[in-house]
Nanobody, 115 residues
Framework: QVQLVESGGGLVQPGESLRLSCAFS????????MFWYRQVPGAQRELVAI???????YYVDSVKGRFTISRTNAKNAAYLQMNNLQPEDTAVYYC?????????WGQGTQVTVLS
Protein backbone atom coordinates (compact mmCIF):
# COMPACT_ATOMS: atom_id res chain seq x y z
CA GLN A 1 0.00 0.00 0.00
CA VAL A 2 1.35 3.38 -1.00
CA GLN A 3 1.12 6.43 1.23
CA LEU A 4 1.89 9.98 0.17
CA VAL A 5 2.67 12.79 2.59
CA GLU A 6 3.02 16.37 1.42
CA SER A 7 4.93 19.04 3.26
CA GLY A 8 6.35 22.50 2.66
CA GLY A 9 3.23 24.61 2.37
CA GLY A 10 2.91 27.94 4.11
CA LEU A 11 2.05 31.62 4.02
CA VAL A 12 4.14 33.84 1.76
CA GLN A 13 4.20 37.25 0.13
CA PRO A 14 3.80 37.68 -3.65
CA GLY A 15 7.06 37.01 -5.44
CA GLU A 16 8.36 34.62 -2.81
CA SER A 17 9.07 30.92 -3.22
CA LEU A 18 8.10 27.64 -1.61
CA ARG A 19 9.24 24.08 -2.18
CA LEU A 20 6.68 21.34 -1.68
CA SER A 21 7.77 17.80 -0.97
CA CYS A 22 5.89 14.55 -1.42
CA ALA A 23 7.20 11.60 0.53
CA PHE A 24 6.24 8.24 -1.02
CA SER A 25 6.12 5.14 1.16
CA UNK A 26 5.80 1.88 -0.69
CA UNK A 27 7.55 -0.04 -3.42
CA UNK A 28 8.68 0.76 -6.92
CA UNK A 29 8.50 4.56 -6.60
CA UNK A 30 10.63 5.00 -9.71
CA UNK A 31 7.93 3.40 -11.83
CA UNK A 32 5.19 5.79 -10.79
CA UNK A 33 4.19 8.93 -12.60
CA MET A 34 3.93 11.72 -10.05
CA PHE A 35 1.49 14.60 -10.21
CA TRP A 36 0.84 17.81 -8.34
CA TYR A 37 -2.71 19.14 -8.23
CA ARG A 38 -4.23 22.10 -6.45
CA GLN A 39 -7.71 22.97 -5.30
CA VAL A 40 -9.45 26.06 -4.01
CA PRO A 41 -12.77 25.89 -2.15
CA GLY A 42 -15.73 25.47 -4.47
CA ALA A 43 -13.60 24.57 -7.47
CA GLN A 44 -12.47 21.38 -9.11
CA ARG A 45 -9.03 20.03 -8.43
CA GLU A 46 -6.63 21.41 -11.04
CA LEU A 47 -3.64 19.61 -12.51
CA VAL A 48 -0.47 21.64 -11.99
CA ALA A 49 2.46 19.49 -13.08
CA ILE A 50 3.47 15.96 -14.01
CA UNK A 51 6.73 14.04 -14.00
CA UNK A 52 6.88 10.52 -15.38
CA UNK A 53 9.21 7.65 -14.65
CA UNK A 54 11.84 8.84 -17.13
CA UNK A 55 11.74 12.44 -15.98
CA UNK A 56 9.61 14.01 -18.68
CA UNK A 57 7.57 16.89 -17.36
CA TYR A 58 4.39 18.79 -18.11
CA TYR A 59 3.06 22.04 -16.67
CA VAL A 60 -0.24 23.83 -16.86
CA ASP A 61 0.21 27.12 -18.70
CA SER A 62 -0.43 29.26 -15.63
CA VAL A 63 2.69 27.96 -13.84
CA LYS A 64 5.11 27.50 -16.75
CA GLY A 65 8.38 29.29 -16.09
CA ARG A 66 7.61 29.63 -12.37
CA PHE A 67 7.14 26.08 -11.07
CA THR A 68 9.47 23.10 -11.44
CA ILE A 69 8.52 19.51 -10.72
CA SER A 70 11.27 17.04 -9.92
CA ARG A 71 11.83 13.68 -8.27
CA THR A 72 14.60 11.90 -6.43
CA ASN A 73 14.07 8.17 -6.81
CA ALA A 74 16.75 7.33 -4.27
CA LYS A 75 14.72 9.21 -1.65
CA ASN A 76 11.25 8.12 -2.81
CA ALA A 77 10.30 11.76 -3.10
CA ALA A 78 8.83 14.24 -5.53
CA TYR A 79 9.03 18.00 -5.31
CA LEU A 80 7.38 21.13 -6.59
CA GLN A 81 9.57 24.22 -6.55
CA MET A 82 7.31 27.25 -6.78
CA ASN A 83 8.89 30.60 -7.56
CA ASN A 84 7.37 34.05 -7.99
CA LEU A 85 4.23 32.96 -6.21
CA GLN A 86 1.10 35.02 -6.81
CA PRO A 87 -2.20 35.28 -4.90
CA GLU A 88 -3.90 33.16 -7.56
CA ASP A 89 -1.59 30.28 -6.60
CA THR A 90 -3.32 30.08 -3.22
CA ALA A 91 -4.76 26.57 -2.86
CA VAL A 92 -4.38 23.23 -1.18
CA TYR A 93 -1.72 21.34 -3.11
CA TYR A 94 -2.01 17.58 -3.46
CA CYS A 95 0.51 14.98 -4.49
CA UNK A 96 -0.74 12.08 -6.63
CA UNK A 97 0.92 8.93 -7.90
CA UNK A 98 -0.23 6.64 -10.69
CA UNK A 99 1.00 3.32 -12.02
CA UNK A 100 -1.27 1.37 -14.31
CA UNK A 101 -4.58 1.12 -12.39
CA UNK A 102 -3.11 2.16 -9.08
CA UNK A 103 -3.65 5.71 -7.94
CA UNK A 104 -2.89 7.34 -4.60
CA TRP A 105 -3.41 10.79 -3.08
CA GLY A 106 -1.79 12.66 -0.27
CA GLN A 107 -3.68 14.68 2.31
CA GLY A 108 -2.68 18.04 0.86
CA THR A 109 -0.70 21.02 2.05
CA GLN A 110 -1.99 24.60 2.17
CA VAL A 111 -0.23 27.31 0.20
CA THR A 112 -1.39 30.85 0.85
CA VAL A 113 -0.01 33.83 -1.04
CA LEU A 114 -1.04 37.12 0.51
CA SER A 115 -2.66 39.72 -1.69
Amino acid sequence: QVQLVESGGGLVQPGESLRLSCAFSGSFFSRYTMFWYRQVPGAQRELVAIINSVGSTYYVDSVKGRFTISRTNAKNAAYLQMNNLQPEDTAVYYCNSKLSREEYWGQGTQVTVLS
